[in-house]
């Protein structure tokens, strides 16, 4: 199982970053997929989550309205529009499974939002 995130950098509040997640190694279209993030100090946060067919998302309350989480499952991405993105957004965003009782995250990849 491989999850291979991008699409971070630095944003002015107020902006958009949209990221990207590539998963190998395992039956995409069988497994919720989720986005969390880590700011420095805190503990992971659940950002959102997706149904492994797309048809139900799970939002935290700080992203709702804001945030949106897709996927396609003929090419094994999951996706996380952000928009109006503000600076308490700002952490280290991962791409998370779980298959088979194994949880596996991606690298990360870093939002900043600043001015």
């Known amino acids: 199982v491989q999850l291979v995130e991008s699409g971070g950098g630095l944003v002015q509040p107020g902006g958009s970053l949209r990221l990207s997640c590539a998963a190998s190694g395992f039956t995409f279209s069988y497994y919720r997929m989720s986005w969390y993030r880590q700011a420095p100090g805190k503990e992971h946060e659940l950002v959102a989550s997706?149904?492994?067919?797309?048809?139900?998302?799970n939002y935290a309350d700080s992203v709702k309205g804001r945030f949106t989480i897709s996927r396609d499952n003929a090419k094994k991405m999951v996706n996380l529009q952000m928009n109006s993105l503000k600076p308490e957004d700002t952490a280290v965003y991962y791409c998370n499974v779980r298959v088979r009782g194994v949880v596996t995250w991606g690298q990360g990849t870093q939002v900043t939002v600043s001015s």
């Open positions: 997706i149904s492994s067919g797309g048809d139900s998302t």
